[in-house]
C-alpha cells in the first residue's frame, strides 16, 4: 500500500510564508518525478510545480519566483515553500509522484496524489 501525506498548510495574512511536505510511504522502489497541484473552489485543478528525482524544476507562471520546490530523495519526501503568498493563492494544494513500485518480484509504475491540504490567505 502507499500513502503520500501532506502537511504544513494553514491560514497565513497576505504576504506571508508556509512550508508544505509531502511523504511517500509503502512498496516504494523509486521515485520519479514529484509535484505539487492545486484546485480553488470552483476551478479545476493546476500545477503550481515540478522537480524530477535529478532536480529540474518547473513552475506555473503564477507563482515562479514565490515558490521553491525541492526534495529529499532520501526521506521520499517533497517540500513548497511559499512565500510572498496572495489571497489568489488560496486552494486545497495537493502532492503527486510518479512511483515505481516493487511488489514481491514485480515492478509497477503508478501515479498517486495525496489527500490534499488546505491554504488559505486572507486578512
Known amino acids: 500500500q502507499v500513502q503520500l501525506v501532506e502537511s504544513g498548510g494553514g491560514l497565513v495574512q497576505p504576504g506571508g510564508s508556509l512550508r508544505l511536505s509531502c511523504v511517500a510511504s509503502g512498496s516504494i522502489f523509486s521515485i520519479n518525478a514529484m509535484g505539487w497541484y492545486r484546485q480553488a473552489p470552483g476551478k479545476q485543478r493546476e500545477l503550481v510545480a515540478t522537480?524530477?528525482?535529478?532536480?529540474?524544476?518547473n513552475y506555473a507562471d503564477s507563482v515562479k519566483g514565490r515558490f521553491t520546490i525541492s526534495r529529499d530523495n532520501a526521506k521520499n519526501t517533497v517540500y513548497l515553500q511559499m512565500n510572498s503568498l496572495k489571497p489568489e493563492d488560496t486552494a486545497v494544494y495537493y502532492c503527486?509522484?510518479?512511483?515505481?513500485?516493487?511488489?514481491?518480484?514485480?515492478?509497477?509504475?503508478?501515479?498517486?496524489w495525496g489527500q490534499g491540504t488546505q491554504v488559505t490567505v486572507s486578512s
Open positions: 522537480i524530477t528525482s535529478g532536480g529540474s524544476t
Open positions: 503527486n509522484a510518479d512511483l515505481r513500485l516493487k511488489i514481491l518480484s514485480l515492478y509497477t509504475d503508478s501515479e498517486y
